[in-house]
């Protein structure tokens, strides 16, 4: 399992009972996570300095508890990139800290690359990986549903002074994007696909992982360029493993000069020594 590190501003203190103890910056939080299903004792001096706890709805959704007065978002820094964290009403805060087991992997290739790389990030969420893509010297089109979530990652941009790199912020469905991108002649060299188990777009599209994201990669395999850098896919979906993913990867993109690696990504906890389990990712890399 490959862990997010370099961490300073995030923790994972602890986990037990269906629940994740986090630190984000100066703030702790108490969040669900259906991964842990095991029940360890709690250090009450650790678990009673949540700042807030974070309650799901039998009817769905859920909703806060704050202990103590929160800012609506603030600041934290990976690796010398900032962000906004920002507690949302369905638990996220903008902010899936495991992918920093990713982000440095995409610098590192774009950097090495030795050549300019087009980079197409899909479900780009809050940004993240499309900062670290343009940080590295690539150019980024980000792609994602939600208009939201979009101006989100402008924010961030801005907030690291990388709002003038070359990057086209997106909001659409991402398999029509990419079904307009390929009729429009563009190519890729890189592209980064963190899709959610389940999610809507823009004007009510359904997408459900395993149902689309055959159909997904195979029409954005029609956009990479003719020697593609890295093709990325993430996947948080209960019961489909990396290795399926990974097989996915292989087939569809066997004519290229390269390999596929999976495995599960993960975040270290602090008072255990475990690493939770945070989904898995599929990378196809160029062969060298």
């Given at each position: 399992?490959r862990?997010?590190?370099d961490?300073?501003d995030y ?5 037990s009972?269906?629940?994740r103890l ?6 702790i939080?108490?969040?669900p996570?259906p ?7 709690k ?12 309650h799901r709805s ?8 704050y ?7 603030w600041?934290?820094e990976?690796?010398?990139?900032r962000m906004y964290v920002?507690?949302?009403n369905f638990?996220?805060t903008?902010v899936f ?8 992997i995409?610098e590192e ?11 197409l990030?899909l479900f780009g969420y809050?940004g993240?990986a ?8 690539a ?15 402008k ?5 690291n002074?990388l709002?003038?790199r ?9 398999m ?6 390929k ?6 060299d890189?592209?980064i696909?963190?899709?959610?188990s389940y999610?809507?777009?823009p004007?009510g599209e359904v997408?459900?992982?395993e149902?689309?994201?055959?159909d997904?990669v195979?029409?954005c395999?029609?956009?990479l ?6 093709f990325t896919?993430?996947?948080y979906?209960?019961?489909v493993?990396?290795?399926s993913v990974?097989?996915?990867l292989?087939?569809?993109l ?5 390999n596929?690696?999976s495995?599960e990504?993960g975040?270290?906890?602090?008072d255990?020594?475990?690493i939770?389990p945070?989904?898995?990712t599929?990378?196809f890399m160029?062969?060298?």
């Amino acid at each position: 399992m490959r862990t997010a590190e370099d961490w300073k501003d995030y923790e994972l203190i602890d986990t037990s009972s269906g629940n994740r103890l986090e630190r984000w910056g100066r703030y702790i939080l108490v969040r669900p996570d259906p991964q842990v299903i095991w029940k360890t004792e709690k250090t009450d001096s650790l678990w009673s300095s949540a700042d807030a706890v974070y309650h799901r709805s039998s009817a769905g959704g859920g909703s806060w508890e704050y202990i103590r007065r929160l800012p609506e978002e603030w600041t934290i820094e990976w690796n010398g990139l900032r962000m906004y964290v920002t507690p949302t009403n369905f638990k996220h805060t903008g902010v899936f800290p495991e992918q920093a087991a990713n982000w440095s992997i995409y610098e590192e290739l774009i950097r090495n690359s030795g050549r300019p790389i087009t980079v197409l990030n899909l479900f780009g969420y809050t940004g993240i990986a499309s900062l670290a893509c343009l940080r590295a010297g690539a150019s980024v089109c980000h792609v994602d549903a939600s208009k939201g979530m979009v101006s989100q990652a402008k924010r961030n941009a801005q907030l690291n002074g990388l709002e003038d790199r070359p990057c086209r912020w997106i909001v659409d469905d991402c398999m029509k994007f990419v079904l307009r991108e390929k009729r429009r002649g563009r190519t890729y060299d890189a592209i980064i696909m963190d899709p959610p188990s389940y999610g809507r777009g823009p004007s009510g599209e359904v997408w459900r992982f395993e149902e689309d994201i055959y159909d997904l990669v195979k029409a954005c395999a029609e956009l990479l360029s003719d020697d593609p850098l890295f093709f990325t896919v993430n996947c948080y979906t209960t019961g489909v493993s990396q290795s399926s993913v990974g097989y996915l990867l292989s087939e569809i993109l066997k004519s290229y000069n390269g390999n596929v690696y999976s495995d599960e990504i993960g975040i270290p906890v602090t008072d255990s020594g475990l690493i939770l389990p945070c989904g898995n990712t599929s990378i196809f890399m160029k062969r060298v």
